[in-house]
């Protein structure tokens, strides 16, 4: 399959399997005209999607993949019937709803809860994800609210147009003094790491994606759940009740719901799995585990010049020093390889400890060749690092991006204020590389520099 994707008048081309999967990016849904009923991708053989980017939607990975909850479970909707697909990435809920109703989708796969007010005007697709809607604030806010009679006067932001809007109506009804703002710039994600950067005291968020964000933000508390199950699904306009039937009968099927199962299993249940900030734990893992693999790491240091204890400090943030550690997302070993990076490094055995500590050195130790000489030390490592859990066309992009904005793309103080504007949708349209989790390799070198600071007593 060929994906052809278009951000900002540039293409990136990759080679896939499957059905085609092609992806462009809007602005504002709101500037395409309304048109003709879309034909039905029964007779075109192409079914339109409209989303928006997210960690639980869709996005580009580390190997400028198209991936997202919701891209899988599209890609095999369209799959069993033999369709190709075109995504049309909108940058706000709203953005995808309207896109919808004027007709230019066949459907609209954005994690989007289904509401009556929403199922009025469009045709419920069907269900793939039942979340509860959570308050979360910072650990440090005091008090913590424990019902919704205490949420007065805090500085509550949600995502403009969203099922939190109409959440946080009912309970402004119900109990005084309960005041929020509609955010028509950031999105759920960036409002989750305002409060864990204390920027916000709280926001409301779905469930599964509080899950995704929390594990990076370890400060993110749920203060309250704000009601019942809701559930999240498709919709399409409502010309194509045909198809909205054709979507639900194959999400229903044993076929769907393997559909559904491989997904969760993918993006949700690896999640849970490492406690990033447990100190305790670190401490006994390097009195238990860490005595039989420093000989390996300082080989490898010897081989790449790459620090061992830095090398220690990486694999702990990967594995935990497990050397069997397998996740769902296909990566495995002490060194998290994925199966494409370690058939590039000649690693046969991602489990053999000794073969895939020397494999990730390497590989970091490319990150780093790779970026330009005018990059001091220790910068270069901590971008390296970043290379190396998010990918190097998302670095370049970041580093492309510090230059338009007037920082300096070589200092990791300035590019770590950077990276996170790859998930704003101000900027990320006009990046190659499109959306990336920006905030993930700020944390990552953050905490690997920390668990480092920890380790190193251990190769003194």
Known sequence: MRLSLTLAGLTLLATLNGCGDSSTSSDDASETSARTTLAPPSETGILQVATRNGPTTYFIDRHQQPAGPEHDLIKAFADAQDWELEWT???????????????????????????PSRSEILAEGPVHTRVTEQLVCHRDLAPMPGSPAQMADLDIVVTADSSYVETLDRLAG???????????????????SAVAEKTLDCTVADSNIVQMVRRHFPGLEIALELGSQHELGWYLPQQ???LAENSQAWMASEQGKQAIDDMRHHYYAY????????????????????????????????????PADLLAALAYQESHWDPAAVSPTGVRGIMMLTQNTAESLGVTNRLDPAAAIDGGARYLADRHARLPDSIPEPDRLFQALASYNIGRGHLLDARTLARELGKDPDSWEDLQTVLPLKADKRYYPNTRYGYARGYEPVHYVQRIRNYRDVIATAFE
């Open 89 to 115: 990435v909108h940058t706000s809920t709203s953005a995808v709803l309207e896109a919808v109703s004027q007709g230019d989708a066949h459907i609209a796969a954005a994690g989007l809860t289904l509401l």
């Open 174 to 192: 119900e109990h005084e003094g309960i005041v929020y703002e509609q955010d028509d710039q950031r999105t759920t994600e960036l409002l989750l």
């Open 240 to 242: 194509q009740a045909a």
């Open 271 to 306: 999640i849970s799995e490492f406690d990033f900030v447990d100190l305790r734990a670190l401490n006994r893992r390097i009195e238990e585990r860490l005595p039989a693999y420093i000989d390996q790491f300082i080989a490898a240091e010897e081989k790449t010049g790459m």
